[in-house]
């Protein structure tokens, strides 16, 4: 028995050592800007590879399988949960099943050896990325145009569709703005039930070797940047379905990059970027978001052709 988990263990290691020799050989990324040779393009078969691997808990792990991440560690998002949502209604329930992987797993063992990988391998130039994305996001709490941040926050609605062209600018499509931050303020709403649903605790705790700039003050299941951000991408796609992959790829680097620090599992990201498409879907059955979304569509009609 133990003979058997030992080759199970060197094989999942030799398993994310030729990941990670896929991604050192991968171009380099354009759809965020991205010029440097030291910055990999984001790692995408990984996912499909890792939900072949058992994410059942294994037995005698009762204690490691019931930590979860403390309520009581909670910071400021929690009070997110407070808000109304402007558009979606469903509830959590009505999301198509992601299962997560029990702290115990071999497919949780495997994602923990992909992090230590990219840790290891990470260049300097990918870390600082990575930190830069982990600051851009949309923040539901500034509202007043007074707010020094507010200028900035509804700019970063914009940053992921940035290579849509110059015409994509907040300054250029009120309408787009204003029906992007309502459908980002619901996505976060939804994203901190999902993570307190789950209470997955960060991969760090898990496993030690890992070292993280910042802990984080809630859970990791599903990846916020991941989930926005996929919700971004797939409502922009519906308006310029001729960009769906650039989109979509853009989407992808923001998921990848908090791989890439350390503090989300590959499971915690493609869960985000599987709930955001029924997310996204759920909202074209609310007849006030149908309207808004024709409107921007007339927006975009008259900006993009200019």
């Not at 600018?169 to 992007?180: A, F, I, Q, V």
């Not at 931050?181 to 760090?204: G, N, Q, T």
């Not at 309207?291 to 921007?296: G, H, N, Y």
Request: with cysteine; net charge positive; glycine share 4%.
């Amino acid at each position: 028995m133990e003979k058997k988990m030992k080759k199970e263990t060197y094989n999942f290691r030799k398993y994310i050592l030729g990941l990670l020799m896929i991604l050192s050989v991968m171009t380099v990324s354009k759809a965020l800007g991205i010029e440097n040779e030291n910055i990999r393009e984001p790692e995408k078969a990984h996912y499909e590879k890792l939900l072949q691997i058992d994410g059942k808990p294994q037995p005698g792990n009762e204690t490691l399988d019931a930590l979860k991440f403390p309520l009581s560690d909670w910071g400021p998002l929690m009070s997110w949960k407070l808000f109304r949502t402007y558009y979606a209604t469903k509830q959590l329930d009505a999301f198509q099943e992601y299962e997560m992987p029990a702290n115990s797993s071999k497919r949780t063992r495997a994602e923990l050896d992909y992090l230590l990988e990219l840790q290891r391998t990470r260049t300097p130039e990918e870390l600082a990325w990575s930190l830069k994305l982990a600051n851009i996001y949309y923040d539901p709490t500034v509202i007043n145009p007074a707010d020094k941040k507010f200028t900035a926050n509804r700019d970063n609605l914009f940053y992921l569709g940035q290579n849509l062209g110059s015409w994509y600018r907040r300054e250029n499509l009120p309408k787009t703005c204003d029906l992007l931050s309502k459908v980002i303020h619901d996505s976060m709403v939804y994203m901190i039930e999902f993570k307190l649903k789950y209470a997955r605790p960060r991969p760090y705790v898990i496993e030690t070797k890992l070292k993280v700039e910042q802990p984080l003050p809630h859970g990791a299941f599903p990846s916020g940047h991941s989930f926005g951000n996929y919700v971004n991408a797939e409502l922009l796609a519906r308006l310029a379905p001729d960009r769906r992959e650039d989109l979509m790829n853009s989407a992808q680097e923001f998921a990848w990059s908090r791989e890439l620090l350390g503090v989300h599992y590959p499971s915690d990201s493609e869960a985000g970027k599987i709930w955001a498409a029924d997310f996204v879907k759920f909202l074209f059955e609310n007849k006030q978001f149908v309207k808004d979304f024709e409107a921007v569509k007339k927006e975009w009609s008259e900006k993009r052709s200019k």
